[in-house]
């Protein structure tokens, strides 16, 4: 129970800061301050960088042991994998052209305004509910389906991701 406990603490973490990053991008998008600023549009950029940074980076490879040992378990839950699965690529796209459509709104093509507002208001809807799906969903699931023996090599995986992601310790002379 304190593995899994301990593996969903630290993938809840990672939601809460994804989910203040899409907030954010779903503000931007409402607001439309980067329509007018090229330093709102730098900084509208950067957290889509972020945030596809963040996924790649870290979310998504600490998910994989979990997904690995859920995988097969039973008809309901490779159809939840599959739904996750397809949302996370459904983000990707929408990530990607969120951020080559900055690049067109800063080269003055008017019509990308209106794509890039879309795109964010679209990205940040699926990637909520994607989200709490994960939390609710995912999590009921694994505990319903995983035994506690399952737990250690998921902790273990999320540990080595962690640890990899860290910043080196300055050696000391």
Known sequence: MLAFESAWRILSAEHAQMRELALALQRDAQDGGWRSSTAALSALQRRLQELQQLDNDSHRPKGVALVAALRGKSAEVDALLETLESDQSRCDDWLAEAIALCEQVRAGREPAAAE???????????????????????????????????????????????????????TSR
Do not use: F, M
């Open 116 to 170: 890039l507002q879309q795109t964010l208001g679209s990205h940040a809807q699926v990637l909520l509910e994607h989200l709490d799906r994960e939390d609710t969903v995912l999590r009921e699931i694994s505990a319903r389906c995983l035994a506690p023996e399952d737990w250690p090599a998921i902790v273990s995986s999320i540990s080595k991701v962690l640890r990899a992601s860290r910043p080196a310790a300055p």
